[in-house]
Each structure stands twice: as structure tokens, then as C-alpha cells.
């Protein structure tokens, strides 16, 4: 079964941009890589998915190198507002195969 | 537009006890998923259906556990009997789409707590 693995926790201040970093090893050819944001209470909210090279939109930055075995989940100037729980995840399999994440805390 | 309903948010039952959740998708979503998060954990795909047909029930407990969409909308899951490794939220999620590459969009879960 495809596995993703990600640290357990980060801590950043605020107005710092934030890099969390997947490995995905046995990813597929035809896998995307998703990352999806969990706020306590709330189910995960989709932030953002690529298959290579960089993604942005309007919350962050995906960054894919060549041999897709990890990628990069960039916030820019965080806020205590994203302070949450990331998950990385494929979606090229069914079913989506949600880890543990990253707990991020944003401290002021 | 709104999100995925689910009803009731919090439910606190003793152990042997049956209990239900419901869910309403995004209207024209095809595709309905219910996940299991236990405390500290990522959400756990229990049952995925696509209009009214289950997709994938791989990781549903079916000597306790039973979910059904009748009409390819609305949605239960139930529990029969409940235990107390059954304590966590489930969680209510619909595509447009059974794609895998399709976003997933969750309601925010019900808290079930087994005494």
C-alpha cells in the first residue's frame, strides 16, 4: 500500500513562510499529490494538489522535483490561523489513504 | 453553496447500544464517502459510494457497522452495536465525481463518544 511520511510536528512564528516535507517513495505513475488542512472540530479541507514540478494558488505552494519521491508544502507568512493538523496524501488510488499529518502550531 | 451537512454533532451512548448518523452531500455530488478519526489520527475510509452503489466497503466492520444511501443523496451510517473502541469522529465527505483526483469535500463529523 502507497505510504506517505511527513514529521509529526513543526513550529513556526508568525509571518514566517513554512516548508513541510512529504516522502513518498513508492508513488505510482499515475498518483497526484494532495495535501489537505484539518482544523480541530472540522473535517480536513483540500489546500492544494500537483503531479510534478510547482503548483501555487491562492493558500500555497507545491513544490514536485523530477523523481516524485517527495514534495514540499510551502505557507507563505503564516498566521496563528494555520495553525492546524496537513496531511499529504496520493489521489491516483482509490481510496485515499489519509497518515497521521503534521501539527503544525504557529506561535505569535 | 453549501457544504456537507451532518447531523447530530456529538452523540454519547453506552456500550451496546445502537446509534445512527446522517449525512446530506453537496448537491449533485455523486460520489459520498463516511470515514472513521480516532483521537490522534488521520480519518480512516470506512464506505465510498458512487450515486446509490457502494464503491468500496474494504474497512467497514460489517458485523456492526451498516451504511446506505437510498435515492443516491442522503446517507446513514449506523453502528449495532456500538463498543468502546467505536469512540471518534465520523466523518462525512462528497465528490462530484468517483475520480480520484477529485476534491473531497467533509462535513464536520460527528463526535461519538461509547461509554
Known amino acids: 500500500l502507497a505510504k506517505t511520511t511527513q514529521p509529526i510536528s513543526m513550529d513556526s512564528y508568525e509571518g514566517q513562510e513554512v516548508n513541510i516535507t512529504c516522502s513518498h517513495n513508492?508513488?505510482?505513475?499515475?498518483?497526484?499529490i494532495t495535501w489537505y488542512q484539518q482544523f480541530p472540530s472540522q473535517g480536513p479541507r483540500f489546500i492544494i494538489q500537483?503531479?510534478?514540478t510547482k503548483v501555487t494558488n491562492e493558500v500555497a505552494s507545491l513544490f514536485i522535483p523530477a523523481d516524485r519521491k517527495s514534495s514540499t508544502l510551502s505557507l507563505p507568512r503564516v498566521s496563528l490561523s494555520d495553525t492546524a493538523v496537513y496531511y499529504c496524501?496520493?489521489?491516483?488510488?482509490?481510496?485515499?489513504?489519509f497518515g497521521k499529518g503534521t501539527r503544525l502550531s504557529v506561535i505569535a | 453553496e453549501a457544504g456537507v451537512a451532518q447531523s447530530p454533532r456529538y452523540k454519547i451512548i453506552e456500550k451496546r447500544q445502537s446509534v445512527a448518523f446522517w449525512c446530506n452531500p453537496i448537491?449533485?455530488?455523486?460520489?459520498l464517502y463516511w470515514y472513521q478519526q480516532i483521537l490522534g489520527q488521520g480519518p480512516k475510509l470506512l464506505i465510498q459510494?458512487?450515486?446509490?452503489?457502494?464503491?468500496?466497503d474494504s474497512q467497514l466492520p460489517k458485523d456492526r457497522f451498516s451504511a446506505e444511501r437510498l435515492k443516491g443523496v442522503d446517507s446513514t451510517l449506523k453502528i449495532q452495536p456500538a463498543k468502546l473502541e467505536d469512540s471518534a469522529v465520523y466523518l462525512c465527505?462528497?465528490?462530484?465525481?468517483?475520480?480520484?483526483?477529485?476534491?473531497?469535500?467533509f462535513g464536520p463529523g460527528t463526535r461519538l463518544t461509547v461509554l
Open positions: 500537483g503531479y510534478k
Open positions: 496524501l496520493f489521489s491516483g488510488n482509490t481510496p485515499l489513504v
Open positions: 513508492n508513488i505510482a505513475t499515475n498518483d497526484y
Open positions: 459510494f458512487q450515486n446509490n452503489g457502494v464503491v468500496d
Open positions: 465527505a462528497s465528490s462530484s465525481t468517483a475520480g480520484s483526483t477529485d476534491t473531497q469535500y
Open positions: 448537491s449533485g455530488h455523486a460520489t
